[in-house]
């Protein structure tokens, strides 16, 4: 597709289950982000991708957080043992490599952990 | 550490009118991009403007303009004749580098609304 891609659009989940959230990036951006946004808040920093490893994980919350991108494309944020606090919108964006440029964003996925 | 602030939490605006919605930032970077997102009701961030730190002129973008003040740390967006579809809430943020893929530092937004 033309854009960031993100699946499931929304998911309900009970405490202390295990889900996993994927994001598909534009084709040929090296680079992959994820940010989570809070109701009222701006997306905050949970890792970055450059290609298949993690430049940057400084934003995962805790051990619980954990994300893939083996093959340099699709990218996984799986997170166990979920709690109340990580209901939010989880936000993927991809970019170009080493030029000043803007992070295209997908729609993300509202997580509900009940 | 970087750091955005956002006074506003919310604007309302008379249709066609010029707003300025303000941005302060905090960086000990010689070297840093600024940004503008727009997120519309439907989620998705939209990138509207960018200016970086050794650009010397402010950035324009259509009806978008960034009004880029080094000295007092301010990055405020300016949108000129506005329209109901602006109605959104208006993020800015910060980089690290002017050339990287450092991580994007949001403010808490302003949630602006357009008055017909």
């Known amino acids: 597709g033309a854009g960031v891609s993100q699946t499931p659009s929304n998911k309900v989940t009970e405490k202390g289950k295990y889900v996993e959230l994927r994001c598909d990036p534009i084709s040929g951006h090296t680079a992959l982000y994820w940010y989570r946004q809070s109701l009222g808040q701006g997306p905050e920093f949970l890792i970055y991708?450059?290609?298949?490893?993690?430049?940057?994980d400084s934003g995962l919350p805790n051990d619980r957080f954990f994300a893939v991108r083996p093959e340099g494309s699709v990218s996984t944020l799986k997170i166990q043992r979920t709690e109340r606090g990580d209901s939010a919108v989880y936000l993927c964006?991809?970019?170009?490599?080493?030029?000043?440029?803007?992070?295209?964003f997908g729609q993300g996925t509202r997580l509900t952990v009940v | 550490a970087q750091k955005i602030t956002q006074t506003q939490p919310g604007m309302f605006v008379q249709e066609k009118e010029a707003v300025t919605l303000d941005c302060t930032y905090d960086?000990?970077?010689?070297?840093?991009?600024l940004f503008w997102y727009k997120q519309p009701s439907s989620g998705e961030m939209i990138f509207l403007i960018y200016?970086?730190?050794?650009?010397?002129q402010n950035a324009t973008e259509g009806r978008y303009s960034l009004n880029f003040q080094k000295a007092r740390k301010s990055a405020n967006l300016v949108i000129s004749a506005s329209q109901l579809g602006d109605s959104a809430m208006y993020f800015c943020a910060m980089r690290g580098s002017n050339f990287g893929n450092e991580k994007l530092t949001f403010g808490t937004g302003t949630r602006l609304t357009i008055i017909p």
């Open positions: 960086t000990s970077d010689q070297s840093y991009g």
């Open positions: 991708f450059q290609g298949t490893g993690a430049a940057d």
């Open positions: 200016q970086g730190s050794y650009d010397e």
């Open positions: 964006a991809s970019s170009l490599t080493g030029v000043p440029t803007e992070a295209f």
